[in-house]
């Protein structure tokens, strides 16, 4: 069973890496059903525009930050969907 995406963007940060940023995929699946929706109701696929994510999601791994010597500002701490301690 291949990981989702989410798992890995956790993984990443939970497996040493300083920061994970990326669109919510919740959302982009949410995103691709309407795609789908207005095609099968008629709509032509070159007519259908490009949406871009809008939603994303920040994980922050304090321990790395600490081991590299950073501080992370508040303002990222605030924004982060997940923050690994």
Avoid: H, W
Wanted: with cysteine.
């Amino acid at each position: 069973m291949r990981p989702r995406l989410k798992e890995l963007k956790i993984a990443f940060a939970r497996g040493g890496g300083l920061l994970s940023y990326g669109p919510d995929n919740a959302d982009t699946y949410r995103s691709a059903a309407t795609y789908v929706n207005r095609i099968l109701r008629g709509a032509k696929p070159g007519d259908v525009p490009v949406q871009f994510p809008t939603k994303f999601e920040m994980v922050v791994n304090c321990k790395a930050a600490t081991a590299l010597g950073l501080t992370v500002p508040p303002s990222i701490m605030l924004r982060a969907t997940e923050i690994v301690e």
